[in-house]
């Protein structure tokens, strides 16, 4: 079951209020190139980002915030690793219904035996807007804004 603890330092910027409208985007990436890339995917999907840096602050993210989508490394560090968070949002019933998508250095089938049933599967490092509106279609979110370019 999700525990609901405090946040001792903010995750994500407050929205503005064009963005109280967008659905939420959780990112949980460790590699910083890698999480702003995926921010932009996202926003260019129409979703709002929010990020975290560990295990634990996906599952408080999600306590406040009742996203739409979570990407997540299933390495992501901290007390509750990214491939226990994945566990654990599958396994409580007021979260297993939200898509998640996992962005890992492992293939597909290694990554999906620490993970468990996951919406969809983005491979590091080559990740194109293509490969992540394909991910996004698999897990059932809507594209909002996106166009045809690459990112």
Known sequence: MLQITPLKHSCAAMPTSTQMNQPIC?????DQFLARLLQ???????LQVQFARTGDEI???IQNNHPTLIILEPELPG???GWEATRTIRTNTLTRDIP???CAWLDKENTLAFTGPVSAYLQKPDLHYEDFTEALLA???EIINGTEDSG
């Open 40 to 46: 932009r995917f996202a926003e260019k999907s129409g």
């Open 79 to 81: 007390k509750t690793r």
């Open 100 to 102: 998640v998508i996992v």
């Open 139 to 141: 897990a059932g979110v």
């Open 59 to 61: 599952l408080d993210l």
């Open 26 to 30: 959780i990112i949980g990436e460790s």
